[in-house]
């Protein structure tokens, strides 16, 4: 009798913590292809029983693999595809859920979660759980179009863009429209955005986007239709007072930097000089008849040039030769002689 009363005082502890120490967690989890899921693996910690080992398997196509290790303090992801993408929490006392990013078509399988706790008497006590996963595509939803900063009614010359914004599995493209009046509508870009560095009045008009993923039967969504307006002018830098807005710029001298002064026609000016002398024959009676004595005209040409500029005729002079101020002077002579 004693001895009964002796076990059972030494088995109650344990049937007590395994009355709390008890994993939960749903059967089944879907996620999102290339989303993120959370396996839920929790317990109530019990006072006297300390956490030692966490182990998360996997099995894919009848083999069992193990993806988390977790030994005291430190944590090992056995499985490299796996990587970078599976995480348990620390920080919270009985959560030991499984968190995994970017998931995979492959990621498929039953995930079990093995807790392992050391009673106060170095007993162990393990519990595990076991989850399906299943990733699943979900197919894009209608898009919906987001305008920039400055909205649907933009001044000409500004930046602005509208964004196509649509759920579900990536990867998801995107197609930009405008409506034309003909009601063909003009393919314009294949990116989530489209943007103007600087709008113009010609850009005014009616745009639409869809969008598409590669969930089911790829299936295409539209968006309903918005109207971009463009108001004012462009704008344009203004001349300056006093200036004439169609003046052509001052022209730049080439070469040494230096004004060139503008070389005006010149001209050769040659000078022939002729005498043509008037001489009175005093023997004949009165009324005296002027008779004109041609001499020869004599014209010679000269090597004496003058350089002189176009519009400055004023400035030419005639240089006189003295051949011909000798034969004039003699003849006013002659003329003087014969009247006396």
């Known amino acids: 009798m004693r001895v009964l009363v002796r076990a059972a005082l030494l088995l109650s502890p344990l049937l007590v913590c ?5 994993l939960t967690g749903p059967s089944e ?3 999102v292809w290339k989303g993120s899921a959370t396996l839920p693996c929790t317990y109530v910690p019990v006072k006297g029983f ?3 080992t966490l182990k998360w398997t996997v099995v894919h196509d009848h083999s069992s693999s193990t993806v988390f290790w977790r030994d005291g303090s430190d944590d090992n992801i056995l499985l490299s595809k796996y990587r970078g993408r599976v995480s348990v929490p620390r920080d919270t006392p009985g959560n030991v859920s499984l968190h995994i990013q970017n998931l995979q078509i492959s990621d498929r399988g039953t995930y079990a979660c093995r807790v392992t706790w050391r009673a106060s008497n170095n007993s162990l006590i393990a519990k595990e759980i076991t989850t399906e996963v299943e990733v699943v595509k979900v197919a894009v939803t209608k898009p919906v179009i ?3 900063e400055l909205g649907l009614a933009v001044p000409a010359g500004a930046r602005t863009s509208l964004t196509c914004v649509a759920d579900g599995s990536p990867p998801i493209s995107y197609r930009w429209f405008r409506s034309t009046p003909g009601g063909k509508a003009l393919l314009l870009s294949s990116q989530a955005e489209l943007a103007w ?13 869809e969008a598409e993923n590669r969930a089911g039967a790829r299936a295409v969504q539209q968006s309903d239709t918005v109207e971009l307006t463009v108001r004012g002018s462009p704008v344009t830098q203004q001349p300056s007072a006093g200036t004439d807005r169609h003046a052509r710029p001052p022209l730049t001298p080439r ?6 002064v503008p070389t005006e026609p010149l001209y050769e000016v040659a000078f022939c000089s002729t005498a043509d002398v008037m001489r009175l024959e005093t023997d ?18 000269f090597n004496d040039t003058f350089t002189v500029k176009d519009d400055s005729h004023n400035s030419i002079y005639i240089r006189k030769n003295p051949e011909y101020e000798n034969l004039v ?10 009247r006396i």
Not at 18 to 22: E, G, Q, T, V
Not at 255 to 260: D, E, I, L, R, Y
Not at 289 to 296: E, F, G, Q, R, Y
Request: with cysteine; glycine share 8%.
């Open 284 to 301: 004949v009676e009165v009324p005296v008849k002027c008779l004109h004595k041609k001499t020869n005209c004599k014209t010679e040409t």
């Open 329 to 338: 002077s003699a003849m006013e002579s002659e003329y003087e002689t014969e």
């Open 18 to 22: 395994n009355a709390f120490l008890d």
């Open 197 to 209: 560095d600087r709008l113009q009045p010609s850009d005014a008009g009616k745009y639409y986007c």
């Open 50 to 52: 300390v956490q030692q």
């Open 29 to 31: 989890v879907k996620g």
């Open 146 to 148: 987001r305008a920039g």
């Open 255 to 260: 070469g040494s930097g230096t004004q060139q």
